[in-house]
């Protein structure tokens, strides 16, 4: 069968979703190829991405990094254009040759490739959930305005949307709630009481998923569930009074959705990102990820727990930002970037994780913002208050 080969930007390409997302097309070169690339500081990463998917545009963030890959390109005799200027990921992400982007970029640093790509209408597979914590409304008022496709990535988010009919407008009608699981992380049975002295290593040290360490930290504390029922509730739809959080250890039924009439709809799989991935990228059909079989006749039992709000203190805070004014979430996420990189760093402890993201909500005040410069605004505002917060936990 021969296929009209997508056109794919993949931003964050060297981080753990940029990877599986480049193994993914590699399986599929009769459907994809690759149009750009972007990632922060890993050059010798990238020059082997360019060297393996001969993209068109490879963007470094600092000038220094770009300056040292442009170099490493041209000495390996390669094609790819450097770029670094602060609108290039934007340019990349909108670019009239690109069918679809992979927003794999971490943190609130992705909105503005994200809205870049909504507003020019592409096919946009989002695994950068801080576009919708901080965007919104107003990021999702973008999708619209441009006629983007909007294919969600979370295993969580693709779990449920996999799950829903395909008549979206019947959904309020339909659906009950939706349920999102996690997998507790690697604390889950641990005394909350000695959770205070885990190294970032063993925050890190995630027992079912391969992430990067801000998102395996996100995992341990439970604010990745926070900032899921915060994305949830932006892209179906639903009221939070309607999302549910649910531990299930094993990390084989990826979400769920509960129907008026009772019944359950889940998506099960191997804890494998490529599935989603794959699923985002050849939507609606679906395409070979790499990923392993479930094999039902050795699979253990399945169980399920209520997460605990002594070990998981972040997690109702999702709730208590939805019920304020909007810009609540955008500064509940900088919050968290600011006290993850601290204690990555060593600086604070982390059990000071919460605290900090507490006492920023708390600090700052929120008149609502409808436009992306005023979240941006605010999300800066709160990492000032949020740095100098954990400075004082550090003395």
């Not at 068109?56 to 442009?70: G, I, K, T």
């Not at 507003?119 to 695994?127: E, S």
């Not at 253990?300 to 208590?320: C, I, T």
């Not at 008149?367 to 400075?391: F, K, N, P, W």
């Amino acid at each position: 069968m021969t296929f009209q080969k997508q056109r794919i930007t993949v931003l964050g390409s060297t981080g753990s979703i940029g990877v599986s997302t480049l193994d993914v097309i590699a399986r599929h070169p009769e459907r994809f190829e690759v149009f750009a690339l972007s990632a922060a500081t890993q050059v010798d990463l990238m020059l082997a991405q360019c060297a393996k998917f001969k993209p068109r545009f490879a963007v470094m963030v600092s000038q220094p990094h770009a300056r040292l890959l442009a170099e490493k390109i041209k000495l390996n005799g390669l094609s790819a254009q450097v770029l670094w200027a602060p609108d290039a990921l934007e340019m990349i992400a909108s670019h009239d040759l690109v069918d679809a982007v992979m927003a794999a970029i971490v943190g609130a640093a992705g909105l503005p490739p994200c809205m870049a790509a909504a507003r020019a209408g592409k096919r946009l597979l989002l695994a950068n959930k801080e576009a919708l914590v901080v965007g919104g409304d107003v990021f999702m008022q973008a999708v619209r305005a441009g006629g983007a496709r909007l294919l969600p990535i979370d295993s969580e988010h693709s779990a449920i949307f996999q799950s829903l009919p395909d008549d979206q407008a019947s959904w309020p009608q339909r659906v009950e709630k939706i349920i999102l699981t996690a997998s507790g992380g690697p604390f889950r049975t641990r005394d909350p009481a000695s959770l205070r002295d885990v190294t970032p290593d063993e925050a890190c040290a995630h027992p079912n998923w391969v992430m990067g360490r801000k998102i395996s930290v996100d995992s341990a504390t439970m604010m990745n569930k926070a900032l899921e029922v915060i994305e949830a509730k932006y892209l179906f739809g639903v009221t939070p009074a309607q999302i549910e959080v649910v531990i299930h250890p094993q990390s084989i039924i990826h979400s769920m959705v509960q129907y008026h009439d009772t019944s359950v709809v889940a998506q099960l799989g191997t804890p494998d990102m490529r599935v989603p991935i794959a699923y985002g990228l050849a939507w609606p059909e679906r395409i070979s990820s790499g990923a392993q079989a479930l094999d039902f006749k050795k699979l253990a039992n399945m169980s399920f727990e209520v997460p605990d709000n002594a070990r998981f203190p972040g997690l109702k805070l999702a709730w208590d930002v939805l019920k304020a004014p909007v810009g609540s979430t955008a500064v509940l996420n900088a919050a968290n970037e600011i006290a993850v990189a601290a204690f990555l760093d060593r600086r604070i402890r982390f059990d000071h994780i919460h605290q900090v993201n507490h006492a920023t909500l708390e600090a700052v005040s929120v008149s609502e913002v409808h436009d992306i410069e005023g979240l941006l605004a605010l999300d800066a505002q709160a990492r000032l208050v949020a740095g100098q917060i954990a400075e004082r936990l550090e003395a």
